[in-house]
């Protein structure tokens, strides 16, 4: 019994602690759209982490909180709406449902060996939920607002996609890296020891982390500098203006850094176990 309570206790502690570094860091914003949506670095990953840790209930717990304690920090988006069943609408779909969903992220816990694949899937999969909810939110409610009346639904997904891609790819390594460095099973989270390691290779996987995701908030700069005009408003037409080669060669590049780098690493470490 008292077992349970210190559990309940530690898993209560470690949910508040978690959704309140989620909070912090949807306010460190790479990217802020015009009508709502934003790139973070992984603000998400805290209440995932939540999930793969206590299980589904609480993390469907703690994730719904979190959307909505964003719904409370983004009330001025009601203010263009005057129907309950909009204002009801937006706080589901943009906000309470789109940000439980993360609760889902630890599904594959017992499925996948490897915590940080395990990590990687279920924050993919609930990315691409909160992305569902966006575009459905903006196809219906958003019309005639943010979204022209002619192709919403094409319209919503290129819109939503235009941060949701970016924010999931940010998400994604960043999970890969803290789910390869942090024992999350353990009762007490620890450092995991990956053996044959040399201990001067430590750096090789925080610094290959930071150039990805380096190299991925320079593409994100790069596209939004062209899809929004003067006024700050989104036009997808100048996608066509992006410097795609530039995009490109920065992703190209950064990959093969992040390649070598780790390479090297494998390539050492087994070295150093057979010597």
């Not at 209560?12 to 990217?31: Q, Y």
């Not at 005057?82 to 017992?110: E, M, P």
């Not at 890296?177 to 001067?200: E, Q, W």
């Amino acid at each position: 019994m008292k077992n349970r309570q210190t559990q309940t206790l530690r898993a209560l502690t470690e949910s508040a602690v978690m959704i309140a570094l989620a909070t912090v860091l949807s306010f460190i914003k790479i990217i802020d759209m015009p009508y709502g949506g934003s790139v973070t670095i992984a603000s998400m990953l805290p209440v995932a982490l939540i999930s793969y840790r206590h299980g589904a209930k609480w993390g469907l717990t703690s994730a719904t909180v979190y959307g909505v304690i964003q719904q409370l920090l983004g009330l001025s988006t009601l203010s263009w709406f005057t129907s309950w069943q909009s204002i009801v609408a937006i706080i589901l779909l943009d906000y309470v449902v789109a940000f439980a969903v993360i609760g889902f992220a630890g599904i594959f816990r017992k499925s996948i060996k490897s915590q940080a694949i395990a990590l990687a899937f279920g924050c993919f999969g609930v990315a691409i939920l909160r992305y569902i909810c966006h575009v459905i939110s903006g196809a219906t409610v958003w019309v005639g607002l943010s979204i022209p009346d002619y192709a919403a639904l094409s319209f919503s997904f290129a819109y939503n996609a235009t941060y949701m891609l970016p924010e999931t790819i940010i998400l994604l390594v960043v999970a890969v890296y803290v789910g390869s460095m942090v024992d999350f099973k353990a009762t007490v989270p620890s450092r995991i020891k990956h053996g044959g390691t040399p201990a001067n290779l430590g750096w090789i996987a925080p610094v290959s982390g930071l150039i990805a995701v380096i190299a991925i908030i320079a593409d994100t700069v790069l596209v939004f500098q062209n899809i929004q005009d003067e006024d700050g408003n989104f036009v997808i037409e100048s996608l066509a203006n992006v410097n795609w080669t530039l995009v490109i060669a920065i992703t190209a590049v950064g990959a093969l850094i992040v390649g070598a780098l780790l390479a090297i690493r494998g390539a050492l470490a087994a070295r150093a176990k057979n010597l």
